[in-house]
């Protein structure tokens, strides 16, 4: 079994590290030990901390933290890193307002 | 702090925009038209763009490209400009963003990255 | 709906090198990209590029950007600039951003050309105005013509940690160490030797503890970290600057393949999250195709000769050219990407510990890890022979993909052979005519001219020069060894400039002559 799915795998206590007030999130202001005590909470996936800490939600999309955050949840669980999965790839990709994102025209315009 | 490159050994002299004013936070600064508005603060000598909602640490340019947003400031009004990809323009109103406003925290002054 | 026969997404290298193909072919193409200008980072590459007249070597990064955008005009490609994809489908339809509207297209072939982003390294501080991306500073400086900082510190011995480096001394900007939690340099050791020998250490197995400073970066502490990247107490070292560079390697941006439902792996040796893809970029799903830096981390010429085949791939797929053409010009683009990706820092070798050159030769150790090839170390390679007469020296000590200096010699007094990453070697009986063409041709800067022994006394050495102000014959000052330490006086001789050198400037300086294979680079007094 993915050891990401096997919830009883006793992955230790949570201990505190020197770095945990780490920035590691820079749009959502996540550290690092937020997101370690969160993996100890039960976070086993980059989605479920996602939606926990807003982790790679802010205005940069996870540009900066998606590859840290994986680290750390993986050196917490035990597991290499390329047992995550990693986030979710949705629309829309980049930053957009609402009012934007709900205007839509007709063609791109073409000089032919 | 920083400065232009008056001649670059390879590039040569940049060409750029004419000279125009803007403010920042009611004070007049200048720049070249058509720069990224983060280039002409940088040639003030302006670090810091905004600070964070949570922390009330201050940001300024990351990455330069429109991509980490950590530049972003209040430009005529509209929060979370990235500023480094926005040109500047003529009389352009500027102002530091505190969270996602003009007004400074209540604690005045920003905090320092905290010591060990 | 308004359907293309190809949309590629990313106006960079790539996405260009297969938009141009596409076109040629006949197809109708377009071209979106998210940044004000075309081009993605090769408009902030102003070294000379590596590898052989295929690949544009010799000629800089910027200058590759305006000829790809005029071939693209040529081609009627169009390009939309300020269009941000924001969404890709399985059923080959975007949406894109183009100022305040939402527009929905079918593709009937999509080319995602996203290229990569910058890592980034968590340390005390990193948040800090003053702390950036090293792309961050080349954009400043090569784009805004504005000084990132004065005293930077660089994070990372990459080629981007190397180049921006030297980048940044061009500019003027005192650059006052490279550090790297890695144990041995990972670029290019000839751009390494650049940056060593105008005297900025390089401090390997050392990483940032702290990025100092209230509301901006005013000072960094770095320190050495043992094999398992902990901090050794006691080993810090503090350093007064303004600017923390950050080069720590590059991740594909491959999220809109992940949304269109593409397999994707973890693949560390290509950067990260990338697609399952043949080698002409076809993607899981038909007619979705990736090209350069989004489908694994290398370099600008291999991403051009990438966009090139899946162009080519692209055509086949829909129609435009019957299998039988394809073949001869598709063998040669194979031929030219297999050149590119042999050698040292191959895709296939990364993290492999190497301790000889491909000929046999033990590594240069102190190029790995202060940046320069010792004086003990250096009469070894192939390329360092001693003659009468000016004749070239070639510190050139890696394999590395690059022959400019075997096709630029009128002489042919440098031979690198068919394998462009075999080292250059001084071929007998020929004559040099002290023309510095191998100097100003050189993309690693690794060529001098040196006349060892005048008959006064002296030596004569030609070094190449881009910097500002460019000394004037008779000028003195100092000479600078390989690791960028005073090793004697030096008066300036000669002073070259001409169009074919391409702003790299040739200095010959005149030293006493036991220091002739010493002396590497010249410090006006002063």
Sequence with gaps: ?112 | MSERIPEHPILGVQKKGRVVSFTLDGKTLQGCEGEPIAAALKVNGVMVHRYTQKQHRPRGIFCAIGRCTDCVMIVDGVPNTRTCITPLREGMKIQTQYGVSAVPFDDGKPTAAPKK | MQRFDLIVVGAGPAGLSAAIEAAEKGMRVIVFDENAKPGGQLFKQIHKFFGSKEHRARVRGFVIGQQLLEEADRAGVQVVLDATVIGLYQDKEIVVKIRDEIHHLKGDAILIATGASENMVPFDGWTLPGVMGAGAAQTLMNLHGVLPGKRVLMLGTGNVGLVVSFQLLQCGCEVVALADAAPAIGGYGVHAAKVARCGVPFYLSHTIREAEGTDHVTGVTIAKVDEHFQFIPGTEKHFDVDTICVAVGLSPMSQLLKMAGCSMVDDPKRGGQVPVCDEFGATSIPGIYCAGDVSGIEEASSAMIEGRMAGEAIARYLGYIPEADCKQAEKQLERGLFQLRRGMFAPGRKGTKQETTDEGIRLSQTLLTKGYVADDEIERFPGVTHRVGVHPVIECTQNIPCNPCQDVCPKHCISIGENITSLPTVVLDSTCINCGMCVAGCSGQAIFLIDEDKGDGTAEITVPYEFLPLPSEGDTGTALGRDGQPVCGASVVRVRRSSAFDKTNLLTISVPKEYAMKARFFKRCG
């Design chain 1, 1 to 112: 079994m993915n050891q990401v799915n096997d919830r009883n795998r006793d992955i230790g206590p949570f201990v505190p590290q020197p770095d945990d007030d780490q920035i590691i999130c820079r749009c959502e202001e996540v550290t690092k030990g937020e997101i370690r005590r969160a993996v100890h909470d039960g976070m086993w996936t980059i989605t479920e901390v996602r939606r926990c800490l807003r982790t790679g939600m802010g205005l940069c999309q996870g540009q900066t933290c998606a590859k840290l955050v994986k680290r750390i949840v993986a050196a917490e669980l035990h597991i290499p890193q390329s047992e995550l999965e990693p986030a979710t790839s949705r629309a829309p990709m980049r930053p957009i307002e609402m009012r934007v994102f709900a205007n839509e025209d007709g063609e791109v315009k073409t000089d032919e």
